[in-house]
């Protein structure tokens, strides 16, 4: 009996890959969001939340997450770009087969989620996406909104990042495990507005690559700004989560209640507001 070859999978180059897919891979971390806001909602409230909002959603990822959890959870996504939630609904949707009934995504500005998108239990706001609004009272409105769409016993969790590195104009290269490496380019950084300019890119084996396929503008916000504000939109117990150290200068992904930061080169928060 002769073995069956198995197919040669073919290398990915900048002309086969697909960015939303890249991004997906380098940057995202679905189940580690949802295994942190899950256990946490839980541990406040005693009970399990149902109706999750993702925030600036792009692709869906980690709203469908949500839904493979348990069979009573529900989730929508909210997003501007239409290109990326037709990608969402194909790739991360689509394939939940039944599921994929409990899941909504909608193209909607984010400060005007509508009814059909409130009483929810959970909203998030990951990869700093709400950095985008750079004004203070543009993202107070936005707080404000988002308690506003919460269910009494609701829960907004986000995240932010920071660091003596945050403000460097750098570029960093991880290698991503599926053959390509993560280029992250933190292009210029105003110090009188806290205004920043980051570029995602990728590199591939054969030398060619994706430049600047993905870029933001916007504020860097501090911790003491963001859980400032937060309080100041009517939320109360706000608190933050550190992450742990892995022993070699890198997160371990255990994130933990702290009310004391350690300075560094850089460090991520999840923080949790509650209704």
């Known amino acids: ?25 380098a940057v995202q971390s679905p189940d580690a969001e949802i295994d942190f806001v899950d256990a946490t909602y839980r541990k406040i409230r005693g009970k399990p939340a149902t109706l999750l909002r993702e925030d600036f959603c792009a692709s869906g990822a980690t709203a469908c997450e949500w839904v493979k959890r348990r069979a ?26 039944t599921a994929a009934e409990r899941v909504t995504l909608l193209k909607r500005n984010v400060l005007e989620p509508g009814s059909d998108a409130s ?26 909104t988002v308690r506003k769409s ?15 590195e945050s403000t460097k104009v750098m570029t960093e290269r991880r290698r991503i495990k599926g053959g390509f490496t993560y280029v992250w380019e933190q292009s210029s950084f105003d110090p009188m507005t806290n205004e920043q300019v980051c570029h995602i890119g990728f590199a591939f084996p054969d030398k060619t690559s994706i430049k600047r396929a993905f870029s933001y503008r916007w504020r860097l916000w501090t911790i ?3 859980t400032e504000m937060l309080s100041t939109a009517g939320f109360s117990n706000v ?19 702290r009310k004391k930061g350690e300075d560094g080169p850089s460090f991520i928060v999840y923080i949790s507001a509650e209704k």
């Open 239 to 257: 608190t933050v989560y550190w992450e742990g150290d892995d022993g070699k200068g890198g997160g371990n992904g255990v994130f933990k209640p």
């Open 72 to 97: 009573t959870n529900r989730s929508i996504g909210l997003d501007l770009d239409a290109a990326v939630l037709r990608w969402g609904d194909a790739n991360n949707r689509a394939p939940l087969g």
């Open 150 to 164: 919460l269910a009494p016993s609701g829960i907004y969790f986000l995240d932010a990042y920071g660091g003596w």
């Open 1 to 25: 009996m002769t073995r069956r070859k198995r197919p040669v999978q073919p290398k990915l180059t900048a002309r086969t890959a697909d960015r939303y897919k890249l991004y997906e891979l």
């Open 119 to 144: 009483g929810v239990d959970i909203v998030l706001s990951m990869n700093f996406s709400y950095w985008l609004f750079q004004e203070r009272e543009l993202l107070l409105t936005y707080f404000r």
């Open 224 to 226: 003491p700004d963001i």
